[in-house]
């Protein structure tokens, strides 16, 4: 009954994708919901929205009331910003591909098919960047979780994630056969232990693996694959677009 007063509103775009051109703030989806009712009377409902800007992460609340003595009558009222630091943030044309690819996120089989026609023959990207975002069937979960992930660091030998802005779960790196159908993958081991890198994954026995992924119509975006114990079938996709050179 909330999200349908909420799509009803002129305002709906604070909870949906804003379909606007105006790639500045992009509206992530809700992080919490808290809905009062005491007595029968007014309906309260607390919405903690996350929004990525060019500034940084903002969390926004809202309270929606829906008056009891005329349902169809609502407030809406912003209450509270708080800004989410440290943070990496994504330029708006890197934001505007991760969302495209957002959109196929429910199609699962998509993304097997573009990973089976991918290849690796640029090689592993060291010195580069990448922006990433979770390819789950849920759209508005990939949106949120990049408050959480925002990408990988590439440099000789490994990488580093971008976790809540910070550096962090380093792996190795190198060209190994697919667990998959045994092709050529970029492979990120997190068990792997180097003398430089280190190893302070706390999932030591996943693995990512990557494939540059051209039918996708972007240049040097990789897919990737991130399981563990060699299952590839328990794994989940992601894609990470390069940062602009």
């Known amino acids: ?10 305002d709906q775009s604070l909870i949906h994708k804003n379909d606007s051109n105006d790639a500045k703030d992009q509206i992530l989806g809700m992080l919490q919901v808290n809905v009062e009712n005491e007595g029968g009377g007014d309906t309260r409902a607390s919405l903690e929205i996350a929004l990525e800007t060019e500034s940084g992460w903002v969390v926004s609340t809202y309270e929606l009331v829906v008056f009891v003595s005329s349902p169809s009558e609502t407030q809406l009222e912003k209450k509270t910003n708080r800004q989410l630091q440290p943070t990496v943030i994504a330029p708006p044309e890197v934001r505007a591909i991760l969302e495209r690819a957002n959109e196929f996120a429910r199609n699962q089989q998509y993304w097997l098919e573009l990973f089976e026609n991918g290849n690796v023959d ?32 590439f440099f000789d030998g490994g990488l580093w994630n971008f976790v809540f802005g910070l550096q962090g779960m380093n792996a190795a790196v190198s060209i190994e056969a697919s667990a998959y159908d045994g092709n050529d993958v970029i492979l990120v081991d997190y068990e792997a232990w180097d003398p430089v890198i280190g190893n302070l994954s706390p999932c030591p026995f996943c693995q990512d693996e990557l494939r ?34």
């Open 1 to 10: 009954q909330l999200s349908q007063v909420c799509e009803s509103r002129e």
């Open 122 to 153: 640029d090689g592993i990207p060291v010195g580069r960047q990448f922006y990433g975002m979770l390819l789950f069937p849920s759209p508005a979960f990939n949106r949120l979780w990049r408050a959480v992930w925002q990408g990988k660091d």
């Open 212 to 245: 540059y992924i051209p039918d996708f119509g972007e240049t040097g975006v990789l897919l990737g694959r991130a399981f563990p114990f060699d299952a590839f079938v328990l794994g989940f996709w992601f894609l990470l677009v390069p940062a602009p050179e």
